[in-house]
């Protein structure tokens, strides 16, 4: 009876973390006053942040923690942000995690006047970045995943610490 209810409870987990960090509903990468990317898997972020900003979905390109980022464009970028076709913005999130980017993410809003943020993020991150960045910004933020960067290795370590860290952002974490 045991294992039955557990073999149920790991079925029921599974499809779940399926659904939420696999397979999760993401943002079209619209026009947006600025794109965010979140710091964390560099060469699989900045890249396509950067793009985006390129093509010109925002005239300002926010970079979480890139002056310390393990990716050398990143340092490079933040180092040097001069004319580059759109405004670079780093910064590095206190507390380091999702939710001290949003907060990061607030502030940058509030004081260059941003209604809408696009956050560039993995796709196994999509759906707690999206609540985090949610309650921060008011709903004016959308969630673009970079595709699955993640190796099917690691997938199941992604799945667990995210189901942990989303437990945590819905029960003793749930401000901004």
Not at 57 to 65: F, G, I, M, N
Request: with cysteine; glycine share 8%.
């Amino acid at each position: 009876m045991i294992v039955r209810l557990v073999v149920a409870g790991l079925g029921v987990w599974l499809a779940l973390a399926l659904f939420l960090f696999v397979w999760p509903t993401q943002d079209h990468p619209g026009h947006a006053a600025a794109i965010i990317v979140l710091a964390g898997d560099a060469e699989h972020r900045f890249p396509r942040a950067l793009a985006l900003a390129r093509a010109g979905v925002a005239p300002v390109l926010v970079v979480s923690d890139g002056a310390r980022s393990s990716w050398a464009p990143a340092r490079k970028l933040c180092a040097h942000p001069g004319n580059h076709g759109f405004r670079v913005v780093c910064f590095r999130p206190a507390p380091y995690s999702t939710r001290g980017e949003a907060r990061g993410a607030l502030a940058l809003a509030e004081r260059n006047r941003w209604r809408s943020l696009l956050v560039v993020t993995s796709t196994y991150h999509v759906f707690r970045a999206r609540m985090l960045f949610g309650r921060c910004l008011d709903g004016h933020a959308r969630v673009y995943a970079t595709g699955t960067s993640t190796s099917l290795a690691w997938l199941p370590l992604k799945m667990v610490t995210e189901t942990i860290k989303l437990g945590l952002s819905l029960t003793t974490r749930r401000g901004c």
